[in-house]
């Protein structure tokens, strides 16, 4: 019986405590899920620590510092030179026979002339430049082009070149493009133009080089100025002849800078001396006296002053997106002395002159747009007209002009493709020039230079 | 004239006793750094502002007249300069700043780059071949490159080593502190979808572990061309991203583009010191580049 009321005890309280229970259990589900909740939400955070800490310790172990990568797989042809390579072929088109192009006043020389009609591999250049050792830098510039049907190959630059002598001195020996302008130094495919401008193309026959030695020197100063010298065998045309020791020289001096952001500039003025020893005017016309084969020989001292000024504009500085190159350069030749043919001799007095103005427009990073214009002047005299007219100098008093217009479109820093139209008087009958040309460097990344 | 003479002579005769190591810094955030590490013992100069294109600098006259009188190169190197630095060297006659000697300091040679090229065709574009050079966007390779910058400053200034030393354990300090912080406030960042106009971020996107869904220009250093902008489209209509991100210096041509076409949000990041207003050291650099990313992501 006890048993029983026992168990009827457990079922009434159970009964009676049902209900009370149902409301424990509701209450323990709210207290787990909370409990839950709270767990995930400290898991959460501890899992945000964990990567914290992991985050930590990685930033905590600043290696030790590491030395200069080693370079795999040494062996003798890492040591090779930086190569690159220039090609370009053009398309030109003139109004009038280029045969019979001449600049009056100028007696051209060697590839001063206009550029094969038609399609023409134009001039493909390979370039050389490593540091030779801790003291010195080469380069070797070979130029391959096309003269008359066979390939000529011309060494248009060797030098060598002190790397950091100290207190901004730079000694350069070899073949070089003289300083004298600021197009000088730059090759041609760098130029901004088909073509050389009209005083380049007339006193130097494109461009200027010497094989001698260059001293420069650099001011320690915030405005960069630049002051050197060159001497060389004298004979580059319009040097000439043999010379035992010093044949040419030249002084420059250069300065340049920013102003504020987006402007900078340079100037330079230049003057070189040379005494040429039976420079020979081919001269273009054989004037039915068989001049062709007897030519004009010219002895005598030259001068040449030139003066130069180059500015540039890019927003921000930034010559990526937008920016424009304003150039201009005059160039003044004096010579003094005699030219002689086999039959003749005359004293000879002459002056040439002449300059460019040149404005570039990059308005997008692949297109630019440009135009220039030349103009010439001589003043000529000597004791005998006829040697004058001999050696192709008997067009002086007139004044050459020539106004150019180009659109480039720059698929990559690597190519280009360049349209221009010439209106040209370069002699007292006018011409009409187009050129389509290509130009495209492979190898190494060429150096952005001023 | 003798009084400007007279003066003239003594800031020559001066200069020795002045002697601060000049710091020809190529970009400005290797500036902002050298002057961190440096301090007053250091003279500054940048060869480049935040808003050009570094790839694309002129060996300009004012620039080869800096490189002259610099004790110490500090540059990205990996070929990012190879276009101006080279020259810059050689006009410069200066034999400190030469490749391997004491004052040449390239700050990729001390860090591991991401991008390595598997190989080297310009038909990808300018590629460069030892990685992607732009480092300064983590925050961890700054602090790789500022312990070796301040390991070359001790050993080029011998004199004022203790100096540098202090500099160093009171940047990385301060730096290591910034870090965690940026880390912090940059969680909600993890994994979120970004399209980039030029690859200038892999080691932004590494830091950060943020997602790149796709580059703007196919070609490196080639500005995309409208056939490229529609496959770019095209890819993101299978995998949509958040953000489009360029660079304060970079055009953004290509990123209004993309902006017109889709909801994508266009983020201008500094890319480095002094890339916007807001950026005037390396850590505001990365305070505003973070909050500039949160921003565009809500």
């Given at each position: 019986m006890k048993k029983s009321h026992l168990a009827l005890l457990i079922a009434v309280t159970l009964s009676v405590?049902?209900?009370?229970?149902?409301?424990?259990?509701?209450d323990l589900k709210k207290e787990i899920d909370q409990l839950r909740a709270d767990?995930?939400?400290?898991?959460?955070?501890?899992?945000?620590?964990?990567?914290?800490?992991?985050?930590?310790s990685k930033t905590y172990q600043t290696d030790p510092v590491k030395a200069v990568p080693t370079i795999q797989n040494a062996s003798n042809n890492n040591f090779n030179p930086a190569i690159s390579m220039v090609l370009n072929g053009q398309f030109s088109d003139y109004r009038r026979d280029s045969e019979d192009y001449q600049l009056d006043g100028f007696s051209l020389q060697g590839e001063g002339g206009l550029a094969t009609e038609g399609f023409s591999l134009g001039e493909s250049e390979i370039i050389l430049s490593a540091s030779i050792d801790q003291l010195l830098f080469g380069q070797a510039t070979i130029a391959l082009h096309d003269d008359e049907g066979e390939t000529e190959i011309e060494m248009e630059e060797a030098f060598i070149e002190t790397l950091g002598l100290g207190n901004g001195f730079t000694i350069r020996a070899g073949r070089f493009f003289s300083p004298i302008g600021y197009l000088n130094e730059k090759h041609i495919h760098a130029w901004n133009?088909?073509?050389?401008?009209?005083?380049?193309r007339g006193l130097f026959g494109n461009q200027l080089s010497t094989d001698g030695m260059k001293l420069s020197y650099l001011l320690p100063t915030d405005l960069f100025v630049e002051l050197g010298g060159t001497v060389g065998n004298g004979d580059q045309h319009p040097g000439s002849g043999e010379h035992s020791g010093i044949g040419d020289w030249l002084v420059y001096a250069r300065a340049g800078g920013d102003v504020g952001i987006n402007h900078s500039w340079q100037a330079g003025i230049s003057h070189w001396q040379a005494s040429p020893e039976d420079r020979a005017y081919s001269g273009g016309h054989d004037h039915g006296g068989g001049g062709g084969s007897d030519p004009v020989l010219f002895n005598g001292d030259t001068d040449i002053s030139n003066i130069s000024l180059i500015y540039k504009w890019a927003p921000n500085g930034n010559f990526r997106q937008k920016n424009i190159t304003l150039l201009g350069e005059?160039?003044?030749l004096s010579e003094n002395g005699q030219l002689n043919n086999s039959a003749e001799l005359a004293s000879y007095d002459g002056k040439q002159y002449g300059g460019f103005v040149e404005g570039i427009y990059q308005f997008t990073p692949q297109w630019r747009t440009g135009v220039r214009y030349d103009w010439l002047g001589s003043k000529l005299r000597a004791s005998d007209d006829e040697l004058l007219e001999d050696a192709d100098l008997d067009f002086s008093g007139f004044h050459p002009q020539r106004y150019s217009m180009m659109l480039e479109w720059l698929p990559s820093e690597f190519s280009r493709i360049r349209a221009q139209i010439n209106h040209d008087k370069s002699s007292r009958d006018n011409d009409t020039q187009l050129f389509l040309q290509y130009t495209i460097s492979i190898g190494?990344?060429?150096?952005h230079s001023f | 004239m003798k009084k400007f003479i007279c003066s003239l002579l003594l800031l020559v005769a001066a200069s020795p006793v002045m002697a601060n190591i000049t710091i020809f810094a190529c970009e400005p955030e290797w500036a902002a750094l050298s002057q961190e590490l440096g301090g007053n013992k250091v003279t500054v100069f940048s060869a480049t502002t935040a808003l050009q294109d570094p790839h694309y600098i002129q060996a300009r006259p004012s620039l080869i007249a800096k490189a002259r009188q610099a004790n110490l190169l500090v540059c990205t190197g990996s070929d990012l300069e190879a276009g101006w630095l080279p020259l810059l060297q050689r006009k410069s006659g200066n034999p400190a700043i030469q490749t391997g000697a004491s004052g040449y300091f390239m700050a990729t040679d001390y860090v591991d780059l991401l991008d390595v090229p598997s190989s080297l065709d310009r038909s990808q574009g300018d590629i460069h071949a030892a990685g992607n050079p732009h480092i300064q966007t983590s925050p961890l390779k700054i602090l790789q490159v500022a312990q070796a910058l301040s390991q070359r400053l001790q050993q080029i200034d011998s004199a004022n080593a203790t100096v540098y030393q202090q500099h160093w354990q009171d940047f990385e300090q301060r730096w290591q502190t910034a870090i965690k912080k940026w880390q912090q406030q940059a969680l909600p960042l993890k994994g979120i979808p970004i399209v980039v106009q030029h690859n200038s971020w892999p080691y932004l996107f590494e830091w950060l572990g943020l997602h790149k869904v796709a580059v703007l220009e196919s070609k490196l250093g080639v500005p995309p061309t409208v056939k490229d902008l529609h496959n770019v489209l095209q890819k993101l209509k299978v995998t949509p991203a958040k953000i489009v991100l360029n660079a304060a210096y970079q055009s953004p041509r290509a990123t209004d583009w993309l902006t017109n076409k889709t909801a994508i949000t266009k983020v201008t990041l500094p890319f480095t010191v002094g890339g916007n207003d807001q950026s005037n050291d390396l850590f505001s650099l990365f305070d505003n580049t973070i909050q500039l990313l949160l921003d565009a992501k809500q």
């Amino acid at each position: 019986m006890k048993k029983s009321h026992l168990a009827l005890l457990i079922a009434v309280t159970l009964s009676v405590s049902s209900p009370i229970l149902a409301d424990d259990v509701s209450d323990l589900k709210k207290e787990i899920d909370q409990l839950r909740a709270d767990y995930e939400s400290r898991i959460n955070q501890l899992e945000q620590r964990l990567i914290q800490t992991e985050n930590n310790s990685k930033t905590y172990q600043t290696d030790p510092v590491k030395a200069v990568p080693t370079i795999q797989n040494a062996s003798n042809n890492n040591f090779n030179p930086a190569i690159s390579m220039v090609l370009n072929g053009q398309f030109s088109d003139y109004r009038r026979d280029s045969e019979d192009y001449q600049l009056d006043g100028f007696s051209l020389q060697g590839e001063g002339g206009l550029a094969t009609e038609g399609f023409s591999l134009g001039e493909s250049e390979i370039i050389l430049s490593a540091s030779i050792d801790q003291l010195l830098f080469g380069q070797a510039t070979i130029a391959l082009h096309d003269d008359e049907g066979e390939t000529e190959i011309e060494m248009e630059e060797a030098f060598i070149e002190t790397l950091g002598l100290g207190n901004g001195f730079t000694i350069r020996a070899g073949r070089f493009f003289s300083p004298i302008g600021y197009l000088n130094e730059k090759h041609i495919h760098a130029w901004n133009f088909a073509d050389a401008p009209l005083i380049y193309r007339g006193l130097f026959g494109n461009q200027l080089s010497t094989d001698g030695m260059k001293l420069s020197y650099l001011l320690p100063t915030d405005l960069f100025v630049e002051l050197g010298g060159t001497v060389g065998n004298g004979d580059q045309h319009p040097g000439s002849g043999e010379h035992s020791g010093i044949g040419d020289w030249l002084v420059y001096a250069r300065a340049g800078g920013d102003v504020g952001i987006n402007h900078s500039w340079q100037a330079g003025i230049s003057h070189w001396q040379a005494s040429p020893e039976d420079r020979a005017y081919s001269g273009g016309h054989d004037h039915g006296g068989g001049g062709g084969s007897d030519p004009v020989l010219f002895n005598g001292d030259t001068d040449i002053s030139n003066i130069s000024l180059i500015y540039k504009w890019a927003p921000n500085g930034n010559f990526r997106q937008k920016n424009i190159t304003l150039l201009g350069e005059y160039f003044y030749l004096s010579e003094n002395g005699q030219l002689n043919n086999s039959a003749e001799l005359a004293s000879y007095d002459g002056k040439q002159y002449g300059g460019f103005v040149e404005g570039i427009y990059q308005f997008t990073p692949q297109w630019r747009t440009g135009v220039r214009y030349d103009w010439l002047g001589s003043k000529l005299r000597a004791s005998d007209d006829e040697l004058l007219e001999d050696a192709d100098l008997d067009f002086s008093g007139f004044h050459p002009q020539r106004y150019s217009m180009m659109l480039e479109w720059l698929p990559s820093e690597f190519s280009r493709i360049r349209a221009q139209i010439n209106h040209d008087k370069s002699s007292r009958d006018n011409d009409t020039q187009l050129f389509l040309q290509y130009t495209i460097s492979i190898g190494a990344h060429g150096a952005h230079s001023f | 004239m003798k009084k400007f003479i007279c003066s003239l002579l003594l800031l020559v005769a001066a200069s020795p006793v002045m002697a601060n190591i000049t710091i020809f810094a190529c970009e400005p955030e290797w500036a902002a750094l050298s002057q961190e590490l440096g301090g007053n013992k250091v003279t500054v100069f940048s060869a480049t502002t935040a808003l050009q294109d570094p790839h694309y600098i002129q060996a300009r006259p004012s620039l080869i007249a800096k490189a002259r009188q610099a004790n110490l190169l500090v540059c990205t190197g990996s070929d990012l300069e190879a276009g101006w630095l080279p020259l810059l060297q050689r006009k410069s006659g200066n034999p400190a700043i030469q490749t391997g000697a004491s004052g040449y300091f390239m700050a990729t040679d001390y860090v591991d780059l991401l991008d390595v090229p598997s190989s080297l065709d310009r038909s990808q574009g300018d590629i460069h071949a030892a990685g992607n050079p732009h480092i300064q966007t983590s925050p961890l390779k700054i602090l790789q490159v500022a312990q070796a910058l301040s390991q070359r400053l001790q050993q080029i200034d011998s004199a004022n080593a203790t100096v540098y030393q202090q500099h160093w354990q009171d940047f990385e300090q301060r730096w290591q502190t910034a870090i965690k912080k940026w880390q912090q406030q940059a969680l909600p960042l993890k994994g979120i979808p970004i399209v980039v106009q030029h690859n200038s971020w892999p080691y932004l996107f590494e830091w950060l572990g943020l997602h790149k869904v796709a580059v703007l220009e196919s070609k490196l250093g080639v500005p995309p061309t409208v056939k490229d902008l529609h496959n770019v489209l095209q890819k993101l209509k299978v995998t949509p991203a958040k953000i489009v991100l360029n660079a304060a210096y970079q055009s953004p041509r290509a990123t209004d583009w993309l902006t017109n076409k889709t909801a994508i949000t266009k983020v201008t990041l500094p890319f480095t010191v002094g890339g916007n207003d807001q950026s005037n050291d390396l850590f505001s650099l990365f305070d505003n580049t973070i909050q500039l990313l949160l921003d565009a992501k809500q």
